[in-house]
């Protein structure tokens, strides 16, 4: 065999993903003659797995161009053959959603063998993206098991607490897809299934640009391809272990000392599993398994504290000594607690601790069936199932006060791929199937029946009688004179701010949710004016969800013991309106509630009503909702000359949200209207996708591109279960002296709420929440994002790439709940805007209507209609510019780099309340009402300005049989703006901004440092040991990850017997700075500002949580 010249050139194939779906690639090319540059025509082009299996044969076309695809991710060859010539180039990477485009110059009489490279630059290919795959997960040292850990690495994302953040979205606005099935959680948008990282072969993570197949996402994509058998038959065993007492100590977080303080330390974290894959017919019939057991432990150190009275602040601002005398004895006690100068906390003494723990077991396990009838047609069955459970100890209060809860999650999927016409036309079917359920209840389940109670304004003395606590805390907190206590002039053991739990487990969830998936697809290649391909597809979902309505006993109680005020809250059903008094024996009690008809002097509203038991399957308990999902997309990726893409495709999308089927066909009896099926039709809905890339180089080693692309949200189901499913919930105030509860209990220190439960007594207050019922605006649209991506990419060396980027993001449309009304009414709508022409229909119906009754509804909607366009459109602006450089694997090196310059915005945040900590896509309280929209512009908290991101990996060759792996992670992002939040009456702690966002600056930056060091041992052919470290943390930088923003709690923190437990509520102070915090008044309970100046929380603007201390793992793979 003889050695010629050869020139080698990566040339630009036709797109991204068109040809090859969510789960597989393709390689493509054009074939020239050496020295003429001509096309070489009806030349044999044969591309093999390396792993195994029939090859795939195609012929070149008039262009010297060929293409094959449905390539499993894996190592390929790839051979071109004519009469006089062969040249075969082995080691190309293929990808899922890849389009690896191999160019071949052959020179006549040549036969050679060639070690070739996949390019780095994805030559036709718009989107921005970074694939990971399986020696990146097992070199790598990620924080997590799963896959979220490893998808984080791409440049321009960020962990905000929820999950995985993407250019300027939240971790709600993504979409998860694992073998082509799409595991995204339906009720919030969160992942749905944990995917464990040994069972991947490859994860692509997209934050932009994504063409016409991609949608339902407004954030991010991640695209998870599992591992795949072969002719061979491979496999591990694999383990890890991460104990408590390879972690660092946790740095304490200064906080105004409760009775209780907890802290959490993990005790430890393992897992351990196998997999396994092969030939069951070789060539034909392959299998892979894994299956994974995981196990967790948390221990929570719980620590009582009681307050001091023995300290005097002196004149040079230090504390005196203790000295527990009163004052009149020559001591420091003056019946006031000692406070912190410095801190402005309350000085506590440590009583006792305990430590209560959590535990919970999980199982990863997967099985998939790959079956080729021929090179041309190809079937795939696959199944994820992960079940779980935990138990979790009550904390503040009796340890029986806990949860336990169990989950299932599985995913199953049937996938047909068929190549016809010469392979000219392709066809993609699949049908899959995503099913969650969640179960949770007290640890015992006896207190399933029995309502959870909060107690408040109490002191733990007292409540140390009810069995949760130690005989030393018991002691410690006793008061009074005569007795051991040391500070006799205050009260030991407040509970003024802090919750006191016993009873059941409250909101108890009983709740399964399922997306049935169909999708299909057909690709045609033609040549017209250069080479076209053309993609066509649809899918289709069908979302249900069934939620429980439950809480334990039936009721929730909250009761207030300072000042002698129960609250019990219910779940109830309404009946539904008829011409007459209802005849259901259901609706037996009557609900009242302040009327919101707007009617001089107020009055009171009554319903026919049924208090919803705590019973699983109990009549009304258990809501079931529906959303359906489709869409059609059509694109075209023309190639005029080999150096320049043109991409163009358009997506239309429709998400029907229906009514619970309790519901549809009867009449609200709080609004007035029928209920049909539709409660949302989000339709005509049409996403342009443009893209060009051009190679300057005209060889492979350049990229500059350009893209525009329109993105719709695709609602969860949260607005299902709370808007559309009928949510009611009644709240009775009784007075405790009253004895409508019963006499005092001794270990309350007042009456016991569960005795308001049953009562036959009056309540002094009631009120139905949720009473006015939701409307949704006529002609409301889609919630959607535009987004502009250009950038430039040049290959410096054959595995060293540098690129920038520029991304600009925005919002245009959002759908939220407001109310125009004062909360009386909720209107499902578009803020800030409503359509003159739906407002002119509404009129003609007013003028139209006949019934008095009928025109007097309408003409109220059209007013709470209008009142739309006085609030502010939401805004959320993300740009920015990113530099990158990575240096594929070569000689046992691989490096990724990239340094993200960004700002984010506006407005609204998006779908996570990151302020207040809500988590309810799209009815959220951030447009609840006008008043509070005030100071909400500026800085959003998804603002990390500067970005930089460092992963590498290195293998050092120890002889021929072992090994040593070396990898590493640096990570520095800026810190979050800070905000000053104040409680509002009606909504509650951290709803108001009292100054303009961002007034604070923001906290410091954050850097990290992670390494891996791993040692492997070859045992045999094909059989490798390997034991490793990771260690997080390195440098143990416990910086913070948040701050405490409250400047006014909800409840005002005082001396015993001061005003402690009373409201805090405040408004915003618009366009406010610093210096007017100490002017803000608190406003009372019908949300007028009194005289009274706002408590000042101690803990404002410091540190609430850090990151994690530093910590290690252990872990043990055999390979085969």
Not at 326 to 348: E, K, M, R, S, Y
Not at 985 to 1000: A, I, K, N, V
Request: hydrophobic residues 35%; proline residues 5%; glycine residues 12%.
């Amino acid at each position: 065999m003889s050695r010629f010249p050869i020139v080698c050139i990566v040339l630009a194939a036709s797109s991204a993903s068109i040809a090859q779906s969510t789960t597989t690639g393709a390689i493509s090319g054009r074939v020239v003659d050496a020295g003429s540059k001509e096309p070489l025509v009806g030349l044999t082009v044969t591309i093999q797995n390396e792993a195994g299996g029939d090859p795939q044969t195609t012929f070149t076309d008039s262009d010297g161009g060929y293409k094959i695809t449905e390539l499993v991710p894996g190592t390929y060859s790839v051979t071109f053959v004519d009469d006089t010539a062969s040249v075969k180039k082995t080691g190309i990477r293929v990808g899922a959603n890849d389009n690896v485009p191999v160019f071949q110059a052959m020179k006549r009489g040549d036969v050679i063998v060639l070690e070739g490279k996949a390019p780095q630059l994805k030559l036709s290919k718009t989107d921005l993206s970074i694939k990971i795959d399986k020696d990146f997960l097992l070199h790598m040292p990620l924080t997590g098991r799963t896959v979220e850990s490893a998808a984080g690495t791409k440049a321009g994302v960020h962990n905000d607490g929820v999950g995985l953040a993407f250019s300027g979205s939240t971790a709600l606005e993504n979409r998860f897809l694992v073998d082509g099935i799409d595991i995204t959680g339906l009720t919030l948008g969160n992942v749905g299934t944990p995917v464990l990282n040994n069972f991947v072969e490859e994860i692509e993570v997209l934050s932009g640009g994504y063409n016409a197949e991609w949608g339902r996402a407004i954030g991010g994509i991640v695209n998870i391809v599992t591992k795949t058998g072969t002719n061979k038959f491979q496999g591990g065993i694999f383990a890890t272990y991460a104990p408590g007492f390879l972690a660092a100590g946790r740095q304490t977080t200064p906080a105004n000392a409760s009775s209780i303080d907890v802290v959490g330390d993990r005790a430890y974290s393992a897992d351990f599993g196998v997999e396994l894959g092969g030939p069951i017919i070789k060539d034909r019939l392959w299998f892979y398994a894994g299956l994974a057991p995981q196990f967790g432990r948390t221990d929570f150190t719980r620590v009582t504290r009681s307050q001091t009275d023995c300290r005097q602040l002196l004149p040079n601002g230090q504390l005196s000594d203790c000295d527990p005398r009163l004052i009149t004895q020559g001591g420091h006690a003056d019946a006031n607690p000692d406070v912190d100068p410095v801190t402005g906390f309350f000085i506590t003494d440590e009583i006792d601790r305990d430590v209560r723990a959590s535990t919970s077991r999980g199982l990863s396990s997967i099985a998939k069936l790959n079956l080729a009838v021929s090179a041309d047609h190809q079937a795939q069955l696959s199944a994820i199932v992960v079940p779980g459970q935990s138990r979790s100890p009550g904390l503040f209060g009796l340890p029986s006060s806990g949860q336990r809860s169990n989950s299932l999650t599985w995913d199953t999927a049937a996938r047909w791929t068929s190549k016809l016409d010469d392979a000219k036309l392709e066809l993609e079917a699949v049908l899959a199937w995503h099913h969650s359920q969640l179960r949770t209840g007290a640890l015992d389940a006896a207190l399933d029946a029995q309502p959870r109670q909060v107690l408040r304004n109490g002191n733990l003395a007292t409540w140390s009688a009810l069995g949760g606590e130690s005989a030393l805390t018991a002691s410690g907190c006793t008061d009074g004179f005569g007795t051991n206590d040391r500070f006799p002039a205050v009260t030991n053991c407040p509970m003024e701010t802090v919750p006191y739990v016993i009873g059941g487990p409250g909101a108890v969830a009983h709740d399964s949710e399922d997306r049935r998936s169909a999708r299909f697809s057909v690709t045609r290649r033609a040549r017209l004016v250069g080479t076209h391909e053309f993609k066509a597809g649809i899918d289709i979902d069908d979302n249900s969800k069934v939620a429980a309505r439950l809480f334990s006993g039936g009721a929730f109680i909250e009761n207030f013991v300072g000042p002698g005020v129960i609250d019990v809250t219910r779940w109830v059903a309404l009946a539904p309106m008829t011409n007459g008094p209802t005849t259901d024996p259901r609706f037996d009690r009557t609900c009242t509630t302040p009327s919101t008809d707007g009617s001089a002097g107020g009055g009171e509203a009554s319903f026919m009503c049924d208090y919803l038991p705590g019973t699983v399957g109990a009549p009304g308990t258990e809501v079931s909702g529906q959303t359906i999902d489709w869409s059609v997309y059509l694109r075209d990726s023309w190639q005029p000359v080999s150096n320049l893409t043109l991409n163009a495709g358009v997506r239309y999308e429709e998400q029907r949200l229906r009514y619970a089927e309790e519901l549809r066909n009867k009449e609200d009896p709080l609004t007035g209207n029928r209920l049909g099926k539709t409660a949302m039709n989000l339709e005509n809905n049409w996403a342009p996708r443009l893209g060009v890339v051009w190679d300057p180089t005209k060889v492979g080693e350049s990229k500059v591109w350009a893209s525009y692309g329109r993105f719709f949200e695709a609602i969860p189901m949260d607005i299902n279960d709370r808007s559309f499913g009928g949510e009611v919930s009644y709240r009775q105030t009784f007075s405790g002296g009253g004895g409508a509860c019963g006499p005092t209990d001794a270990a309350i220190g007042g009456p016991n709420g569960a005795g308001c439960v049953d009562t036959t007594a009056m309540a002094d207050a009631q009120q139905l929440i949720g009473s006015s019922g939701v409307l949704v605006a006529p002609g409301i649209k889609a919630q959607y994002l535009d987004e502009i991506v250009t950038g430039a990419q040049f290959q410096l060396a054959p595995d060293l790439m540098l690129g920038i980027t520029f991304q600009k993001r925005w919002l245009g449309r959002v759908i939220e709940d407001v109310s125009t009304d004062g909360a009386q009414t909720y209107v499902i709508a578009n803020p800030g805007e409503w359509s003159a022409d739906e407002e002119r229909k509404l009129n003609a119906r007013i003028m139209a209507a006949s019934d008095p009754a009928v025109r007097e509804r309408l003409q109220n909607e059209l007013e709470l209609y209008k009142g739309i366009r006085g609030f502010d459109k939401p805004v959320r602006d993300y740009a920015s510019l990113e530099l990158a450089i990575s240096k594929r694997l070569s000689k046992g090196l691989f490096v990724q780099a990239s340094y993200t310059f960004s700002r984010t915005e506006g407005n609204f945040p998006g779908s996570v309340s990151y302020d207040n900590g809500q988590l309810d896509p799209n009815i959220s309280s951030q447009y609840d009402l006008i008043e509070l929209l005030a100071n909400r512009r500026g800085r959003l908290p998804q603002d990390r300005p500067h970005s930089m991101k460092v992963d590498a990996y290195y293998t050092f060759d120890l002889g021929k049989r072992d090994l040593m792996t070396v990898g590493a992670r640096l990570r520095a992002v800026s810190g979050i703006p800070r905000n000053a939040l104040g409680a509002h009456y009606l909504y509650g702690p951290d709803e108001s901004f009292l100054l303009p966002r961002g007034q604070f600056g923001r906290t410091e930056l954050e850097h990290s440092a992670d390494i891996k060091l791993s040692y492997g041992r070859k045992l045999s052919r094909g059989m490798m040991a390997e034991l490793y470290v990771d260690v997080f943390n390195l440098m143990n930088q416990q910086g913070t990850f948040d701050v405490d923003a409250t400047y006014a709690p909800a409840v005002r923190r005082a001396f015993p017997g001061q005003g402690g437990g009373t409201s805090n509520n405040v408004n915003p102070i618009s366009g406010g700075t610093y210096s007017d915090l100490i002017f803000a008044k608190a406003i009372d309970g019908q949300g007028v500002e009194t005289s009274t100046p706002t408590a000042r929380n101690p803990n404002f603007q410091r540190t609430a949580s850090r990151y994690a201390p530093a910590s290690a793992q252990v872990g043990f793979r055999l390979t085969f």
